[in-house]
């Protein structure tokens, strides 16, 4: 690191003890999770478990909003950690938002656990406010009063990590490196991928929590006085604004751990290109665009919103993909490359990526849609694209962080068994999907339950490959040194 | 001193917006419609506060002592913007003169002074949640108004009502795509932080 760099970043005695409190946090609750939707899975099989629909659905929305936050919170903790070797971050706003986070966490699971609430994480409009007397007003209120309260918490790191970078890059759009894109500068091969990285999500999430705010608000007030009842179109747009790009964040956080610790192993630099740069202000424009995908069914959508969805759904996310996964394959290749349970992961990651991105431009065409869309296919995508490709950058990244990678044998096994079981798993719901089992029955038909057994089992396997990872980080996450990253590669 | 002289204006505009809006023929004025009542005389009624507090260092002397961090007065102010920003008040506002001279006193120092106040004193994290948090409640706002299925006000229509929400609606967007290009090219200027290393 040079003078000015050791300037503007953050201090390492500032960037370590946070980050750990997020993974720790992270992993245990993503492992508590697991276990949540390896049992719906075992309720729509053929197995004794009966929860009953009332509970199904609840543990669905737990599910559901459980793992989005706590894949936002992860992939969050990646992102603070690099970003902060280049700018100086705020410990406190990052602990804060933690904090808040947690707050959240306890009135969405109060919520659903003891108010009942089960209308799913995408809390449709008008669903919360009818619940038919399964939920009350205050659960509901509860639930998205929470979510509310995580946008914020978001905020705040994103305002942060915001000003940071246009103190050092002297804008936003210097970091995502458009001057060097459009030939106003010359190419900086030391401008480093997770700025870009973090410019981009920064732009977007931004954006996806003011649609939030509003979203939420209007929610609430429909809650308090019924009679006020905005246009359920309109918020169902806002809403699947927000969602969309709030998850799809997710991954482009998380890709920092490949940018940053693969060339450490590799023993060779990744450095921005042109291509680079072009794929992802290419993908920030995208992941703004291409949320009309998720209302193809939306019949009174306006025809050019559905073609731009369709469009947009072959194009978003491929640029950065081809461009991350080509320039990862050409670090590795016969670089004489250590494969530990980091390594390995952050490559099972790219693979995920990569091919769970394939049923979602499937899905992303109309006709196709119209009979796609309301089956298993689609959490076959979702899953495929979060847990063989977010997770894996997740656990690679606390793996490198609290062992150098070096888990030994049960890291290489674990890595083994999660990819093995995550596979399972998906294949498990696309194969549903492809046999057009509908998603979100909580009883399923005899001959459809022998593939919620597999879906079941292979979450099972899953459970244990990460724990099998996971606990040897959590045991050695309190005195692991983080910061030396930078010197161990 | 022409120096002097400026640093009392302030003082004197706030003054004089205050007089009008209690002399009934400028207040009816501002009065007359929603749109002219809540988008013309509120902001400049607070903006009048908030030039006081950005100007008089007299004030910001004490302020400094009574409020450093600016915490209440961001308390304050917010709780002010919320009970102006139910139309029951708005409409007390146009026939009750207690309430008329309420507001016209009000506004100014509990509402403009308090939120400048606070915005000087809160760091830039805590400026962007107050701009992003104003933002999201002119888009509220304007939506409820455009979609209310009563009239809120008992001297505003429903038509004026409606055309308060358009108006709010727009300046949100209007508001957001200025926000979005400072946000990514801004701060739009020059400094040796922004040179390549």
């Known amino acids: 690191m040079t003078a000015s760099e050791l300037e503007y970043a953050t201090p390492d005695t500032q960037r370590t003890p946070v980050v750990k409190l997020y993974l720790g946090i992270g992993l245990l609750v993503f492992a508590g999770l697991m276990l949540v939707g390896a049992l719906m899975r075992a309720a729509q099989g053929a197995t004794t478990i009966s929860i009953g629909p009332e509970v199904f659905y609840q543990l669905m929305t737990l599910h559901g909003a459980g793992m989005v936050g706590t894949a936002g919170l992860a992939a969050l903790a990646v992102n603070w950690y690099f970003l902060s070797k280049y700018v100086r971050l705020n410990q406190k706003?990052?602990?804060?938002?933690?904090?808040?986070?947690?707050?959240?966490?306890?009135?969405?699971?109060?919520?659903?656990?003891?108010?009942?609430?089960?209308?799913?994480?995408?809390?449709?409009?008008?669903?919360?406010?009818?619940?038919?007397?399964?939920?009350?007003?205050?659960?509901?209120?509860?639930?998205?009063?929470?979510?509310?309260?995580?946008?914020?918490?978001?905020?705040l790191v994103y305002l942060d990590m915001g000003i940071a970078i246009v103190r050092r890059y002297g804008s936003i759009a210097r970091a995502l490196g458009l001057p060097m894109l459009f030939g106003r500068e010359p190419i900086d091969p030391t401008h480093p991928p997770a700025v870009v990285a973090s410019a981009m999500v920064l732009i977007v999430n931004v954006a996806g929590i003011a649609a939030g705010a509003i979203v939420l608000i209007m929610t609430i007030l429909h809650l308090i006085y019924p009679p006020l009842a905005p246009d359920a179109l309109l918020m169902k747009n806002l809403i699947y604004f927000f969602g969309h790009v709030f998850i799809n964040a997710t991954i482009y956080s998380a890709v920092i751990a490949v940018y940053e610790i693969l060339p450490l192993y590799a023993r060779r630099p990744w450095t921005v290109s042109?291509?680079?740069?072009?794929?992802?202000?290419?993908?920030?424009?995208?992941?703004?665009?291409?949320?009309?995908?998720?209302?193809?069914?939306?019949?009174?959508?306006?025809?050019?919103?559905?073609?731009?969805?369709?469009?947009?759904?072959?194009?978003?996310?491929?640029?950065?993909?081809?461009?991350?996964?080509?320039?990862?394959?050409?670090?590795?290749?016969?670089?004489?490359?250590?494969?530990?349970?980091?390594?390995?992961?952050?490559?099972?990651?790219?693979?995920?990526?990569?091919v769970g991105i394939v049923p979602a431009v499937i899905d992303g065409m109309i006709n196709v849609n119209l009979v796609m869309h309301n089956t298993l296919w689609v959490p076959g995508h979702f899953h495929f694209y979060l847990l063989l490709g977010l997770l894996p950058m997740v656990l690679g990244f606390a793996s490198y962080l609290s062992a150098n990678g070096q888990q030994g044998r049960t890291g290489r096994v674990g890595a083994m068994v999660y990819a093995v079981g995550a596979t399972l798993l998906c294949l498990s719901f696309l194969v549903s999907g492809a046999l057009s089992v509908p998603r979100r029955f909580a009883v399923h038909e005899e001959s459809w339950q022998w593939l919620g057994d597999v879906g079941a089992l292979s979450g099972g396997i899953v459970l244990v490959g990460t724990l099998m990872i996971a606990v040897p980080i959590l045991l050695k996450l309190p005195r692991a040194r983080l910061a030396s990253i930078s010197e161990s590669g | 001193?022409?120096?002097?002289?400026?640093?009392?204006?302030?003082?004197?505009?706030?003054?004089?917006?205050?007089?009008?809006?209690?002399?009934?023929?400028?207040?009816?004025?501002?009065?007359?419609?929603?749109?002219?009542?809540?988008?013309?005389?509120?902001?400049?009624?607070?903006?009048?506060?908030?030039?006081?507090?950005?100007?008089?260092?007299?004030?910001?002397?004490?302020?400094?002592?009574?409020?450093?961090?600016?915490?209440?007065?961001?308390?304050?102010?917010?709780?002010?913007?919320?009970?102006?920003?139910?139309?029951?008040?708005?409409?007390?506002?146009?026939?009750?003169?207690?309430?008329?001279?309420?507001?016209?006193?009000?506004?100014?120092?509990?509402?403009?002074a308090t939120l400048t106040w606070s915005w000087r004193q809160l760091g830039p994290v805590g400026r962007g949640v107050m701009l992003m948090e104003g933002w999201a409640i002119l888009v509220r706002l304007g939506w409820i108004y455009l979609i209310s299925p009563v009239q809120l006000c008992s001297n505003y229509l429903i038509g004026d009502q409606q055309r308060t929400g358009s108006l709010l609606l727009g300046l949100a967007l209007i508001s957001a795509a200025l926000a979005a290009i400072w946000g990514v090219f801004g701060p739009f200027r020059k400094t040796d932080r922004c040179q390549p290393e």
């Open chain 1, 93 to 155: 706003i990052f602990l804060g938002t933690l904090v808040l986070s947690l707050v959240a966490v306890v009135m969405i699971v109060g919520s659903i656990l003891i108010g009942k609430f089960a209308a799913g994480w995408t809390f449709l409009y008008p669903l919360p406010a009818t619940s038919l007397g399964l939920w009350s007003k205050g659960a509901a209120l509860t639930f998205v009063g929470g979510l509310l309260l995580l946008g914020v918490a978001f905020l």
């Open chain 1, 274 to 354: 042109r291509p680079f740069l072009a794929a992802w202000l290419a993908v920030t424009l995208m992941v703004l665009a291409v949320y009309p995908h998720h209302l193809l069914m939306d019949f009174a959508m306006p025809s050019w919103m559905a073609i731009m969805g369709q469009i947009l759904s072959y194009t978003s996310g491929i640029p950065v993909l081809v461009v991350t996964a080509f320039s990862g394959l050409m670090l590795v290749y016969r670089s004489g490359i250590r494969w530990d349970a980091a390594s390995s992961l952050l490559v099972l990651s790219l693979f995920g990526w990569a």
């Open chain 2, 1 to 112: 001193m022409p120096a002097e002289r400026w640093r009392q204006w302030p003082l004197a505009l706030t003054l004089a917006f205050c007089v009008a809006g209690l002399i009934p023929v400028t207040a009816r004025l501002f009065e007359a419609s929603m749109q002219a009542h809540l988008l013309v005389q509120m902001p400049l009624l607070a903006f009048c506060g908030g030039y006081w507090v950005s100007r008089s260092e007299r004030l910001q002397a004490w302020l400094e002592r009574a409020d450093p961090s600016g915490g209440v007065a961001l308390v304050l102010g917010s709780g002010w913007l919320i009970y102006w920003m139910l139309p029951l008040n708005l409409d007390l506002a146009t026939f009750d003169p207690s309430v008329r001279l309420l507001k016209v006193l009000t506004v100014p120092v509990l509402l403009g």
